[in-house]
Every structure is written in C-alpha cells, then in structure tokens.
C-alpha cells in the first residue's frame, strides 16, 4: 500500500461532529482509485490529512508503511511524493499564465532553470497546453484551467495524485481528455486517487472503489464488488451506475455468471456476441 489511514480522528474547530472518524482505508500502489461519498463525508480532509497540512487528533496516516512525520524538511519531500489538485482550479492557479505557473512549483522546489524549462515544456506538450503556454490563465476555460491545475502537480513527478472532483462541471469531451490524461499518467507509474460523486466514471475508470460515509470509510473493493451492494449503497443515500443496473436488470439465464461488463463498448461487444449465439 502506498498510503493508509489508520484509526484517524479529526474535528474542525468549532464543530460538534469529527469530519473524520476512526477511519481506515488503504490505497493501493499503481492503481487508478475511486473514492465516493457524499458531501461532507471526509473525502476532501482526508486528502490535507494526505500532504500534511492538518493532523489528525488520533490515529496516524502512512506513507509506504511509515507514520507522517510533520516537521518541515519531511512535510516538504512529502509534497513532492503526494500530488493535490483541488476542485476549484482557482485555488490552485497563482500566477498569470501557464507556463509561470507550472514552473512555479519547480523553482520553489530550487529545481536548477534548465532543468525547470526541459520539465514545463515537457508536460505542456504532454497534456496540450503548449499553445496556450503564455496565454492570460483568466482567458482559458475551465477545462483549459483545470489542466493547467494538474500540469502544476504532474510536474513534481509525484508517486501519488490525489484529485478532487476532476470531473465537476466539464462538458463531456472535456471529461473525456482529463481521464485519458490520468490513465496515461497511471500508467507511467502514478498511483491515481480520484474524490467523484460519477457513479459512472467510477464503475467505468477506477480498479479499485473506496466509499466513505460519516467520516468513516463503510466499503473498500472492486468496481464490481463494491456496486454488487446495491442496497448498502442506496442506504447512504448513493447511487449504481447506469451501465450496472441494466446489467442487473437482465434475465439470469442471460448472463450465466459472466462478469458484467463495464463500458458501453465491453456491453455492446456482449450484445453482438448474445446475437451470435
């Protein structure tokens, strides 16, 4: 496991309920990963508890298996091992264009200038932004902007990427690009760890599903596994995905035990194969 969260407790100042409690989840090295819950269900505090910027009250978080140490020197290499990309790309965003801003993190990092340029222009061609590498951030659109978001963390070169909501609010081609952009990235050696309220990406995109309710994690397992539980899952309140609810609508005799299918595609290759027969 690349990251666990053991036993952790936190509450927010002035808060009656812990935004976390007792949680434990494991997140498994080189996968693509979906974590789901509701609002407020602790999914975006886990991921500060993930980088250091706040401590759980009880428990501990791991990073390969040994405790978080909080001391500036280690917090810092850390940052560079776990990679955040929050929902809102204005948060992240800081200077005027791309290129600044992606070279920022370098030169904080004192990575040497020659070094900075081989590495932003690199990840600019990487995820197509090279053509707007001097163009005002406030002139992109949102896709454009939450890109350049994760060009800032992906240039760090980080083990782990955590993103929350990458997904929100882009159209579907949008959409699309971003998560052909994560399979790529994961399958360059980055663990992917991805906060969605998509049923369908997650069912769709992820190897493994982590659901989190109350601020405790309720269910760790496959796509397949974990949406078998239907009714646990509706019981908080969440949803299947399309694609499995009309798998499980169709006739036993059907399926005869086969796996369901998890795209569109992989779904209509079952269909043609049902005429065949």
């Not at 007792?22 to 693509?32: A, D, R, V, Y």
């Not at 917090?75 to 929050?86: D, E, I, S, T, Y």
């Not at 993190?105 to 590495?119: H, S």
Request: proline residues 6%; aromatic residues 6%; contains cysteine.
């Amino acid at each position: 496991m690349i990251m666990e969260a053991v036993n952790v407790t936190y509450g927010y100042p002035g808060t009656t309920s812990p935004a976390l409690y007792e949680l434990s989840l494991s997140i498994p090295e080189g996968k693509k990963i979906a974590l789901l819950g509701h609002n407020g269900c602790g999914k975006s505090t886990f991921f500060l508890q993930s980088i250091g910027i706040i401590q759980p009250e009880q428990g501990k978080i791991k990073w390969k298996g040994n405790p978080l140490s909080y001391k500036t020197k280690e917090l810092k290499v850390l940052r560079q091992n776990v990679g955040l990309v929050f929902q809102d790309p204005e948060q992240q965003l800081i200077l005027g264009t791309p290129m600044d801003d992606i070279s920022y993190g370098l030169r904080n990092a004192r990575v040497p200038e020659d070094e900075i340029k081989k590495r932003t222009e690199k990840i600019l061609c990487q995820l197509g932004l090279m053509d707007l590498a001097n163009i005002p951030l406030h002139q992109l659109s949102l896709g454009q902007k939450k890109r350049v978001s994760l060009a800032g963390v992906m240039v760090l070169e980080p083990k782990l990427l955590l993103l929350d909501e990458p997904t929100a609010y882009l159209d579907r081609m949008s959409e699309k690009q971003l998560l052909e952009e994560l399979d790529r990235i994961n399958h360059l050696g980055t663990t992917v760890l991805m906060a969605t309220h998509d049923m369908n990406v997650a069912y769709e995109w992820s190897d493994w599903v982590i659901v989190m309710d109350q601020g405790k994690c309720i269910m760790e397992g496959t796509p397949v596994d974990v949406f078998s539980r239907g009714k646990e899952i509706e019981e908080i309140g969440l949803e299947t995905p399309y694609l499995y609810q009309i798998w499980q609508a169709l006739p036993a005799t059907l399926k005869k035990g086969e796996v369901p299918p998890r795209t569109v595609s992989a779904f209509k290759e079952w269909v043609g194969d049902m005429q065949i027969v």
